[in-house]
């Protein structure tokens, strides 16, 4: 991978969205610390490849997105943070979901790096699954804190993020989303998402 440091709006943007993360993770530590829930441990998987890509972001561009590997390790994401609600507050379904979640990055990882067509089915489905997870949980669940609905948007923002930038890296177009217009909204789209994430999760810590 060739270094192509990003200092730029976009890079201050990825830091910050680097640091949010990693409140999060020290902040879901410490409740695991105490608690040793499982759930925890797919929050923190989920925000520290988070960190992790925006740090890849700020060193090697956004070319590195054309990576399979970058793409199948950032699938982990989502499905790490649908993962710890379904833990979380719908234990009943928590297997069938983690094997839905296991098959689904082991199908994006297969078609990603294999370069199959499948590629374009595959990374919309279950990152659009996890999307739609994060999403609507927080907004229905009764048991949830008050203010938990800022997870939901979160869940929304890397929802559409996501599958844009699928599409983009699959050779087609989301709607209106360029190429262009993705690049454009991506660092700040990570931020605010990353932001939603924290005045969701903090009604919970």
Do not use: C
């Not at 979901?97 to 689904?104: I, K, Q, R």
């Not at 844009?164 to 993705?182: I, R, T």
């Amino acid at each position: 991978m060739k270094l192509d440091l990003m200092l730029n709006f976009d890079g201050l943007v990825l830091l910050l969205t680097g640091l949010t993360a990693i409140y999060l993770i020290w902040r879901f530590y410490s409740r695991y610390s105490k608690e040793k829930a499982r759930h925890d441990i797919y929050y923190m998987m989920g925000f520290v490849v988070l960190l992790v890509s925006g740090l890849l972001l700020i060193f090697f561009g956004w070319g590195i997105l054309a990576s399979p590997y970058v793409l199948t390790v950032a699938t982990l994401i989502p499905l790490g943070i649908s993962m710890g609600l379904m833990h979380q507050f719908v234990p009943a379904y928590k297997k069938a979901y983690s094997w839905f979640a296991l098959v689904g990055l082991l199908a994006i990882a297969v078609t990603s790096i294999g370069g199959m067509s499948l590629k374009s089915i595959a990374v919309p489905v279950f990152h659009g699954v996890a999307g739609l997870i994060i999403f609507g949980l927080p907004l229905f669940l009764k048991d949830a804190p008050k203010g938990f609905w800022w997870v939901g948007v979160g869940g929304l923002l890397i929802g559409i993020g996501g599958i844009a930038l699928a599409f983009l890296v699959s050779g087609s177009q989301l709607l209106f989303f360029s190429g262009e217009f993705v690049f454009a909204i991506l660092a700040p789209l990570l931020l605010l998402m990353s932001l939603a994430f924290a005045l969701g999760f903090m009604k919970d810590l």
